[in-house]
């Protein structure tokens, strides 16, 4: 039988989340590949139960999506609207707005779980992630912001002590999947996942590509020692930080030219950048321009808001009732003009899966609910065939094949 790992990899579908480590401790392990993602290695052989769970839990092959099925672009919902963090340090600092902050900040203070276990910067690397278990505010203020890099959070599930057991979990949408599959699985021990937040997720960065905006910043990586993406302001600007000072680059240019250009391959196939598995998920309330598209002037953050469970809903209820958040309704159109990238890539991915497939490419399979199919004939008919030949010919030009 072939290894769900070698699967995955030889595929080119492989996101380095880190969810088969978890099942098979010292068997797979994550190391950093050439192209600059974390990548699964194996190292021995896996056992029947270890086989079958990661092939539950990989993204790369199987996404079950939400418990309720929808047909629309944002999924269940519960209620959508726009938030930010009544702190104006969290605010200021957070990438938009701070609400993922404020509610995993609550979540910890209230007692409704002991730990959040999110994404941080190496304190010996700041171009590089690492998994948080954070068990105070002050700890979640270290994490603040967005990490547009390699990232598996799913790791910080095996430093949990024997004493943390109800868990907040922070993570891509890729990553709540793999969580949700994991627990479900029982390999999480003792710990039980409380509460999955996610975010809007536009695709995973190589690490290069970080390298590749530091020095078109004129900086040379080895010498910062601080990097933040974005915050400190709205959208804020990459900036990176050295014994001279600071060099700055706006969002906009930053991901647009840099960041945006290499994500990887399996983040091209994603029909689920809108995080179907969490119970609340966040992402930026772009205001939008004279000209109908999303502005990105400064001015103080706002968060757009996704309570999908009832879980969520009471989490967001809390922070409310907490005064840590504030929270306004917004509509279905109000939400697909502030992410007009995240509507566009629900409708056109199940073609760009198709012409994958046609030339022979490893495709992740899609749970019903997520809803591929559906949201495929909502598409124009013109633009879908182009963009199922274009995932044919980029599939040919690579030549990955299982």
């Given amino acids: 039988m072939k290894s769900p790992v070698d699967s995955a990899t030889s595929g080119g579908m492989c996101i380095g989340c880190g969810g088969c480590a978890i099942v098979a401790p010292g068997k797979i392990v994550l190391a950093q590949s050439d192209n600059g993602f974390f990548e699964a290695k194996q ?42 963090a009544t702190d104006d340090l969290t605010r200021f600092r957070a990438s938009s ?57 799913l790791l910080g599930l095996a430093d949990l002590g024997i004493d943390t057991r109800k868990v907040a979990f922070v993570g ?37 590509a970080t390298e590749d905006l530091v ?44 960041l945006g250009t290499k994500i990887h391959d399996r983040c ?48 967001m209820s809390g922070a409310l009732e907490a005064g840590l958040i504030t929270l306004a309704y917004v509509t279905e159109e109000d939400a697909t003009a502030m992410q007009p990238y995240q509507v566009h890539r629900r409708r056109y991915v199940g073609w760009r899966l198709l012409g994958r497939k046609l030339a022979g490419g490893f495709v992740p399979r899609f749970g019903a609910n997520v809803g591929v199919r559906i949201l495929a004939r909502q598409g124009r008919p013109v633009r879908s065939v182009r963009e199922a030949f274009g995932a044919l010919r980029r599939t040919w030009q690579i030549g990955r094949k299982p």
Avoid at 64 to 80: D, E, K, N
Avoid at 178 to 191: D, I, K, S, T, V
Avoid at 227 to 246: M, V
Wanted: some cysteine.
């Fill in 97 to 153: 707005g701070g609400a993922l902050t404020a509610l995993t900040t609550h979540q910890i203070v209230s007692g409704a779980v002991d730990a959040a276990v999110c994404t941080v910067a190496v304190a010996t690397n700041p171009l590089g992630n690492q998994p948080l278990v954070a068990q105070s505010a002050a700890d979640l203020a270290d994490a603040v912001g967005s990490r547009y890099s390699p990232a598996a959070p």
């Fill in 215 to 258: 020095e078109a910043m004129g900086v040379d990586p080895v010498n910062v020692l601080s990097f933040r993406y974005r915050g400190h302001g709205w959208p804020g600007s990459a900036t990176a930080i050295t014994d001279d000072g600071s060099s700055v680059l706006s969002y906009d240019k930053s991901w647009g030219s840099f």
């Fill in 268 to 315: 091209k196939y994603c029909a689920d950048g809108v995080g179907l598995a969490a119970d609340v998920v966040f992402g930026d309330a772009w205001e939008i321009g004279d000209d109908g598209a999303p502005c990105f002037e400064e001015r103080a953050g706002e968060s757009l808001v996704i309570v999908r469970t009832e879980e969520g809903r009471q989490a």
């Fill in 172 to 208: 891509k949408p890729c990553d709540v999947s793999a969580a949700r599959a994991l627990q479900a699985a029982g390999a999480l021990g003792h710990a039980h996942i409380e509460l999955f937040v996610s975010f809007l997720c536009a695709g995973t960065p190589s690490g290069l």
């Fill in 43 to 84: 190292s021995a052989d896996l056992s029947e139960w270890e086989s079958t769970t990661i092939l539950d839990v990989c993204p790369a092959i199987w996404v079950s999506g939400p418990s309720t099925r929808s047909s629309q672009v944002w999924g269940p919902a519960l209620y959508l609207g726009k938030a930010h």
